[in-house]
């Protein structure tokens, strides 16, 4: 059954496709909250919606349209439109039926992922197809399908020379590897057209932290241009229409800070085919608190991957690298754009240093710029000699930021505080999962300047005093509530030679 209502356009975009009605219009044509409805316009333009219910801001007779479906609806204050109960999309069963255990058909995964894209499905629902993914798994077949799916709804690039990408599956504090990786690979005369994702479970993504050098929203043929004409660009891949399904799925897994390997895979490897990407290396973070926890596992992903790539015609090596604690020493946007910058001047962490050029130099040997076994000299080479840093300034002015920064330019967050060593001793354990909470909770990566440093890593010698952690934030409250729960959760254990004393019993 269709009733007429008329049009209020909210200035508001949902990133969600909803319409909001009166409670008291919903009660009488008992209808409830994530119903699905049909809006028509007098000129026969239509569309899906999910209902939300107000009390307040929405009258009787009225629909509250969002600004984003009144442009593509062309419809203004004051329209009349047609709302009529429309049915569950085919893409709800196929869901139900992974929860259910059953493996899915190509179109099968072709109809849900084209459902999200198109705002078909609620948050909830796309939710449920991601813990499937977590609980009960994917076989190969069924992660190839959803990756060309989540790959052939958006753009594709096209390139009229191999295209060279590194990507990490995250998990690791401090990652800020691809700021190094990126104008290295780029300044051997290879085209690297970067994109990256922003967090899901870390303080900060590559596209966050680059965010603090320069804009990193651009359309495809920004993007092709940009490359083209540095050889290498960081962007995020969210406003490119690449894999568009991949930021809404990132967007609804991010409260939950989950990543299920199957979704994960997917998820890299449709961006990579968006891109036009011939050769990846991809770095695989093995250590505590990290996604994958012991090498065994890692091997095992890393063959996975691999297969993906021959799937989709794409050349993946794989970099197993040590995540037991962070890469360097900054973690969150800004503290990791700041030490990335001091890397590429010569100046940063050996651990920032030796995985960049690791990973680089893989990539190098890939495209024959050495041999195998001399990429990473080669890469040291690139970035000690300063082209790498030259690089890098030539990125960041192309995509809209300064050329003239350096590390001290880059700002502080207003507030910090640092926690000092209890007694002399040893730094013999750091915790992962601890430090990016802590990050989390000063506000990263949201609050770009918040985040934290780490003073001292595993095997560093310290006296009763000395700095193990200092954490920023622009907001005291959050600063006090990060500070409390590194209290209670240390990030960083000191012990000293004796470990444990043990007597008679008393």
Known sequence: MAFEFTAKILDITSKSRSIIMNKDDAKKLRMNINDRVKVITKSGKETVCLLDITSTFISPGEIGVFYNISEDLEIKNGDRVIIELAPSPASIRFIKKKMDGRNLSKEEFKIIVSDIVNGTLSDLEILAFVLSQKFLGMDMDEIEFLTRAMA?????????????????????????????????????????????????????????????????????????????????????????????????????????????????????????????????????????????????????????????????????????????????????PTLEAKEALEALLGKGPTSLIEKSTALAGILLEMAGKATRGAGQDLAKKILYSGKAHKKMLEIIEAQGGDPKITPEKIPLAANSITIESPADGY??????????????????????????????????????????????????????TAHSYAIANPPVTVEGMLLQRISENV
């Not at 009763?464 to 952690?469: A, H, M």
């Open 152 to 332: 052939e709804t958006g753009d594709i690039l096209k390139f009229d020379e191999p295209v060279y990408d590194k990507h990490s599956i995250g998990g690791v504090p401090g990652n800020k590897v691809s700021l190094l990786i990126v104008p290295i690979v780029a300044a051997a005369g290879l085209l690297i057209p970067k994109t990256s994702s922003r967090a899901i479970t870390s303080p900060s993504g590559t596209a966050d932290t680059m965010e603090v050098l320069a804009p990193v929203e651009f359309d495809a043929e920004e993007l092709k241009r940009l490359a083209i004409k540095t050889r290498g660009v960081i962007v995020w891949g969210g406003a490119l229409n690449l894999a568009p399904a991949d930021d809404i799925i990132i967007r609804v897994e991010h409260p939950l800070s989950i990543d299920p390997k199957p979704q994960m895979m997917a998820s890299i490897m449709s961006k990579k085919i968006a891109v036009g990407v011939n050769f990846l290396v991809l770095d695989i973070p093995v250590g505590k608190g990290a996604k994958i926890e012991n090498i065994n596992d890692g091997r095992k992903f890393a063959r996975q991957m691999v297969e993906l790539g021959e799937r989709v015609d794409i050349k993946v090596e794989c970099g197993i690298t040590y995540a037991d604690q962070p890469v360097g020493h900054a973690v969150g």
């Open 427 to 480: 730094v013999t354990r750091v915790s992962n999962s601890s430090i990016n909470q802590i990050a989390r909770i000063a506000g990263a990566p949201f609050d770009k300047t918040a985040g934290l440093i780490l003073h001292r890593k595993v095997g560093y010698k310290v006296k009763k005093g000395d700095p193990l952690l200092t954490i920023y934030a622009e907001n005291e409250s959050k600063l006090t």
